[in-house]
């Protein structure tokens, strides 16, 4: 895969108008990595408020990110890749009880519900559409998908209700990958 160049780079273009939110890595990033973000946001303005715009997400219930609902609690149980337990059930082809998992977290009081269904080893689409298929009736809360196919983000997007996050869209294989999820 050829690999797009731009001089300057996207995250440094944005970071520079002001318009980052949050930056920072995940699973994997390494101390490198996190010394070049620094770097790269080191005397750069922080976003501007916009006392007008608010960030709402939704399933069936509206979570507002507001300075008043802070912190977000993020379930993140619902992920092949964090949770041994959700993996075997999902394996095992047992997808009321790993929507139990889901339901579980928004007791606890996550306002949002990570899912990640990658798995080398399964369909991952196929376990989307099973997946969210039952987890919708289950939660109320927004869901936040989490994988790097376009191709799944999309399918989840299409059983998702309301306003969801999508996570783990990263420059990780160049922009082309970010692109075919967030074509604008």
């Not at 108008?17 to 101390?31: D, E, F, M, S």
């Not at 939704?58 to 507001?66: F, T």
């Not at 196929?126 to 994988?147: C, G």
Request: overall charge positive.
């Amino acid at each position: 895969m050829k690999r797009r160049s731009r001089s300057p780079s996207r995250s440094n273009v944005l970071s520079r108008n002001g318009w980052l939110n949050i930056v920072g890595g995940c699973c994997g990033t390494t101390p490198a990595h996190i010394r070049a973000m620094a770097a790269m946001v080191d005397g750069q303005p922080p976003r501007r408020d916009r006392a007008r715009r608010r960030s709402w997400y939704c399933g069936i219930e509206l979570v507002e990110a507001s300075d008043d609902t802070r912190p977000l609690l993020v379930g993140e149980r619902t992920n092949e890749v964090g949770s041994r337990a959700f993996k075997r059930l999902i394996t095992e082809e047992k997808f009321e009880e790993a929507t139990e998992i889901a339901r579980a977290q928004v007791k606890n009081g996550a306002h949002v519900v990570d899912i990640n269904l990658e798995n080398t080893d399964r369909d991952e689409l196929a376990d989307i559409d099973r997946f969210y298929a039952k987890v919708i009736h289950k939660v109320k809360v927004p869901l936040m998908i989490d994988s790097t196919n376009p191709r799944a983000v999309e399918r989840a997007l299409s059983w998702c209700l309301g306003k969801s996050i999508i996570n783990s869209i990263n420059f990780e294989d160049g922009e082309e990958k970010f692109h075919q999820c967030c074509p604008w």
